[in-house]
């Protein structure tokens, strides 16, 4: 019975060995990524990228989502940069391709949102807020209603003190 448990225990070693193995790290895959995404047009996106294990080198990014091309530089292992989606862009769907300088290529798709967004809220609330009116009367009327109280409290008082 021993023997099977140290037989499945090597077995699981060696398939962690064979299959689990050391991670790779985050460059060694050529890849792109843009957040936010979906993003509203107008809206400036981060750019994240890796060419190689080292990302010592700067690579482009083109896409009909924003204008021109950008360039990503080095940054703690990876490849960042920024890019604004202009504000009159259309909604849909665009492609986002990275070109590293070792030749590398990869590709991603950045939804881009364009609703139309209201300039000023409407006016609603109460007290300072509200159009015309002004927090004197709420003042007022809470100075009163304390007043009020109190006096509910003193009278209320008396007339059970009294009659106990």
Known sequence: MRGRRVLALLALVAAFVLFGGVPASAGEHTFIEVTPNPAQAGTRVDLRASCDRDNNRQATVHSGAFDGQVFLRPDNGFLTGHATIPSNKEAGDYRVDLRCEN??????????????????????????????????????????????????GFFGNRRTGNGA
């Open 103 to 152: 030749n590398k290529t990869a590709n991603t798709t950045l939804t881009v949102l364009n609703m139309s967004q209201p300039t000023k809220g409407p006016a609603t609330g109460g007290g300072g807020t509200a159009v015309g009116r002004t927090g004197s009367y709420l003042l007022a009327g809470g100075v009163v209603a304390v007043a009020l109280a109190i006096g509910f």
